[in-house]
């Protein structure tokens, strides 16, 4: 994950997220986008418990098997950089 704030110049508050998924993590396009609309949906679910403010870019190394499982993965790699706020539904 690359987190990053924005540049002063962009007006919006508002975090901003991508993801980046290449044919390094599957030549199966199948399972490419498998691991795109399992994070996008985990992204979407977690996007409330993200502060304003940051652009980040997910590059997964593997697909995630289920649902949970990418949840889970999300909520680490956020908690250990330091942008998962305290009060969190899902945390």
Do not use: H, Q, T
Not at 28 to 36: E, H, I
Not at 37 to 66: H, K
Request: aromatic share 6%; net charge positive; with cysteine.
């Amino acid at each position: 994950m690359l987190a990053a704030p924005p540049p002063p110049s962009f007006p919006s508050a508002a975090s901003r997220i991508g993801l980046a998924v290449g044919r390094r993590l599957s030549r199966s396009s199948v399972r490419r986008n498998r691991a795109k609309r399992l994070l996008r949906e985990g992204l979407a679910a977690l996007y409330p418990c993200i502060p304003d403010g940051w652009w980040l870019v997910f590059e997964p190394r593997r697909v995630p098997p289920s649902l949970g499982d990418a949840l889970l993965l999300l909520m680490r790699l956020l908690a250990r950089a330091g942008l998962l706020r305290k009060v969190c539904p899902l945390a």
